[in-house]
């Protein structure tokens, strides 16, 4: 069977963009580590979902949509989870290998994945992700991984389910502006723990450029390919090579920030990949849920 040019650029080009945009998320988060020392976790999340909330609303103005008072309490809860999970992973990230919270955040998705299990197959997924926390916690702690930042980036996967579950439900009317709200009551919910720890540092001019290039390579950029990539390719394929995130996560930290794994560290995000492109590819089709934005 001759497969067409043109078939394979339509298939070549949302899979492009889905790997441009996980890279663009990732070393988002590697530039964010470098506003640590001078604001902390606290204030690089505040900084990121000010400039993202403001560069969203800009761009997708949610104030033309109408909004009932039902899906202004589900925009709600979704900003508040929205808020958790970028607060979580960032504090995460301060002690923990970039990949190692990234595929312990996963955790929360593949939960979702698998909230309704009833097949053999779910539960052959869940005992490889259960394998793979169990290889990875503990072969961490022998490297050096800190107990509370891996904790925090399990609680950020926690926030993460209850952002897919809330983004369903509150993108089902206005879509992608959901998302804009979304971001600024996550702003507003974050912003006075960054200012009560970092204080008048984070109005330091010189921040600025690195905050606005978080904002748009961990928001506005990978969310905007993401949307593209979700309306030229099968929801089941965008999530089954999201699954690759903890993988481009540990590159990135190993790159940018010459974060270093352990064999047994390596199999155990590998487990966890493939429980989550497993549990894609072998559940029900939902209908798409908003895409995060770590």
């Not at 299990?117 to 990875?136: E, K, N, P, Y």
């Not at 107990?147 to 209850?162: K, R």
């Not at 990949?273 to 497993?278: L, Q, T």
Request: aromatic content about 6%; proline content about 5%; hydrophobic content about 55%.
């Amino acid at each position: 069977m001759n497969v067409r040019p043109s078939d394979l650029r339509s298939i070549a080009l949302p899979v492009a963009l889905l790997l441009i945009a996980m890279a663009s998320v990732q070393t988002g988060a590697s530039l964010a580590k470098s506003l640590f020392p001078v604001v902390g976790a606290q204030g690089a999340t505040a900084l990121r979902l000010i400039f993202a909330s403001v560069l969203m609303l800009l761009i997708l103005r949610p104030w033309r949509a109408t909004f009932t008072a039902n899906s202004l309490r589900s925009v709600l809860l979704y900003g508040v989870a929205l808020g958790g999970m970028n607060f979580l992973f960032y504090m995460s990230i301060r002690t923990t290998p970039l990949g190692i919270a990234v595929a312990l955040e996963f955790t929360g998705p593949l939960a979702v994945a698998l909230m309704h299990s009833r097949r053999l197959a779910d539960f052959v997924w869940i005992a490889l992700a259960v394998t793979g926390l169990a290889l990875l916690i503990p072969s961490g702690q022998a490297h050096g991984l800190d107990l509370t930042g891996a904790l925090y980036a399990l609680g950020a996967g926690v926030c993460w389910a209850g952002y897919i579950l809330a983004g369903q439900k509150a993108g089902a009317d206005h879509g992608v502006q959901t998302a804009a709200l979304g971001v600024l009551i996550a702003a507003i919910l974050i912003a006075p723990i960054g200012v009560a720890h970092a204080g008048s540092a984070m109005l330091d001019p010189v921040l600025i450029p690195v905050a606005l290039g978080v904002a748009v390579l961990s928001t506005a950029l990978p969310y905007s390919l993401e949307m593209i990539a979700l309306t030229r390719m099968p929801v089941r394929t965008f999530g089954t090579l999201m699954s690759m995130e903890p993988a481009v996560g540990a590159l990135s930290g190993l790159i940018f920030l010459h974060e270093s794994l352990s064999l047994t560290q390596w199999l155990a995000i590998s487990a966890i990949i493939v429980a989550s492109a497993g549990a894609t590819l072998t559940t029900r089709p939902e209908p798409a849920a908003l895409v995060p934005c770590d």
